[in-house]
Nanobody
């Protein structure tokens, strides 16, 4: 089993930055695809960004392109989400998720592929 623990959330002003971390334990996730999802108040849980096992392939939802960067450190079993130029509409609970199937350069952008989930970290952006 894999346990995922997110950290780095908080309350910030519009235009500020935050860096979320997702630490995995239980087994190495170095061969897993990893992703960040978010769920705003009254909304569905949607993917924000994803990264393949090596970091060579990334995916971003249009609304965060150019502002968010997903990265990973396989030696530390950790995935990051650097969030810059935050907007009030980025307010949500952010979840880390792991896709345990080795997929080479492919990242899966649908929620069904992700078997392991963290508990989430709240990000609140005020205008």
């Amino acid at each position: 089993q894999v346990q995922l623990v997110e950290s780095g959330g908080g309350s910030v002003q519009a235009g500020d930055s935050l860096r979320l971390s997702c630490a995995a334990s239980g087994r190495t996730v170095s061969s897993y695809g990893m992703a960040w999802f978010r769920q705003g108040p009254g909304k569905e849980r949607d993917m924000v960004a994803a990264i393949n096992w090596s970091g060579d392939t990334t995916y971003y939802v249009d609304s965060v392109k150019g502002r968010f960067t997903i990265s990973r450190d396989n030696d530390k079993n950790t995935v990051y989400l650097q969030m810059n130029s935050l907007k009030p509409e980025d307010t949500a609970v952010y979840y880390c998720a792991a896709d345990p199937i080795y997929r080479g350069l492919v990242v899966i952008t649908t929620r069904i592929a992700y078997d392991y989930w963290g508990q989430g970290t709240q990000v609140t952006v005020s205008s």
